[in-house]
Every structure is written in C-alpha cells, then in structure tokens.
C-alpha cells in the first residue's frame, strides 16, 4: 500500500493562492495515479483533480476548472495542487488519493484507493 503525506494547507484570503503537496512512499509513484478531493463540514467528500499515472490526462471539477492545477514529478514521488482565485466555497480538508495505474476521469474520481491524512484548507472572505 502506498502511504501518503499532505502539505501546504492554511488560512487564506478569497483571490489568494496555495499549493498543496502529496509525498508518496511505499510503492512505486508513477505506477498510481494521484488525485485530490475534499470535504466541506457536513458535505460528502468530492472529487477535486486527478492525474493519470502517465502524467498525460488531467481531469478536474467544473467547480475548480480553471483555478486548480494538478501536477506530478516522479522524481519526486509527488503530486501538488496549485490553487488560485480561491472562495470561501473551497474552504475544506484537502485529501490526497492514489489508484494503481488510475487513468481515467471514471476510475480517478471514485472514491477509494489510498488515502491521506488530509490538510486543512480555509478560505476567508
């Protein structure tokens, strides 16, 4: 199992920027593709980004389009998410995830696969 550590949350202004990062142990990183959802106070956890575990696709919700960038460095053994224009919406805890040889939107937005702890991401406005 691949074990996952995230970083980069805070407090922010709406319009600020953040990037979170994810580091991957335990597995081989460019085997799983890697996405982020997060969970608002009484809401479900959502899919937010996903990255095929070529590094080729990038899939993203409506919600985030255009504001968040994921991004991976194998090298690194890390996935970030770089969010800009933020709203008071986008306040949640920020999960990372991994699925092994995870490439498509269908199969990175399911909700399983391996986990992090989750960062705190809080948005003021």
């Known amino acids: 199992q691949v074990q996952l550590v995230e970083s980069g949350g805070g407090l922010v202004q709406a319009g600020g920027s953040l990037r979170l990062s994810c580091a991957a142990s335990?597995?081989?990183?460019?085997?799983?593709?890697m996405g982020w959802f997060r969970q608002a106070p009484g809401k479900e956890r959502e899919f937010v980004a996903g990255?095929?575990?070529?590094?080729?696709?990038?899939y993203y919700a409506d919600s985030v389009k255009g504001r968040f960038t994921i991004s991976r460095d194998n090298a690194k053994n890390t996935v970030y998410l770089r969010m800009n224009s933020l709203k008071p919406e986008d306040t949640a805890v920020y999960y990372c995830?991994?699925?092994?040889?995870?490439?498509?939107?269908?199969?990175?937005?399911?909700?399983?696969?391996?986990w992090g702890q989750g960062t705190q991401v809080t948005v003021s406005s």
């Open positions: 335990g597995r081989t990183f460019s085997n799983y593709g």
């Open positions: 990255v095929s575990w070529t590094g080729r696709r990038t």
């Open positions: 995830n991994a699925k092994a040889y995870g490439a498509t939107h269908d199969v990175l937005r399911l909700d399983s696969g391996s």
